[in-house]
């Protein structure tokens, strides 16, 4: 099982480390891949500590998506192409995680898309996905943005790390509460 301590220092350190690049308030490719990093880090630590998993769990994660963004014209045949590959391999699980698409609509045509996969999807916000005045509208489409699943016995916790900023007081030294 996950060690609590290990955990909670991980996302104290996590907050901190995102809370710097958001007072910056530019997102550079560079902070796209840190965030994604910092997120299979957490990944491999909830797996490495699992000492109940019988056997190895394979997770596909999908990341900055983007559907219907100007910027990335080809995101739905890239989305299809992902899938089908997914399809083609041995995999437990995907987790997409976050940037998925640039509104309702476009997110609501890349779970379309996702319900082609053969196994689980798991969801996880990203900053373009939520903010602190909208997560309803995410959590109606995605459902919840906080929560923990398993697979092959690995448990697995998703954390919307873009709500643990605390944007309203950047000067704030620990994030508001989490929902439950």
Not at 59 to 75: E, G, N, V, W, Y
Not at 113 to 127: E, S, T
């Amino acid at each position: 099982m996950v060690n609590p301590a290990l955990m909670k220092t991980f996302l104290a350190q996590f907050w901190r480390a995102e809370t710097k690049i958001s007072t910056i308030g530019i997102w550079s490719a560079r902070d796209h891949v840190r965030s994604a990093c910092l997120l299979f880090m957490a990944i491999v630590i909830v797996v490495s500590l699992s000492t109940t998993a019988p056997a190895q769990a394979v997770i596909a994660q999908l990341s900055d998506i983007h559907l219907c963004s100007s910027k990335a014209p080809h995101a739905a045949i890239n989305l299809n192409s992902a899938v089908q590959m997914i399809n083609r391999m041995t995999v437990d699980s995907v987790v997409v995680s976050g940037d998925i698409g640039e509104s309702p609509t476009c997110w609501l045509q890349a779970k379309s898309i996702l319900a082609n996969l053969k196994v689980p999807v798991h969801y996880v916000p990203g900053n373009h996905d939520v903010h602190t005045l909208d997560v309803s509208l995410y959590r109606s489409v995605f459902g919840r943005d906080y929560y923990r699943f398993l697979v092959k016995n690995v448990d697995v916790i998703v954390i919307d790390s873009q709500l643990l900023g605390n944007y309203d007081n950047y000067s704030a030294t620990s994030p508001p509460p989490l929902p439950t």
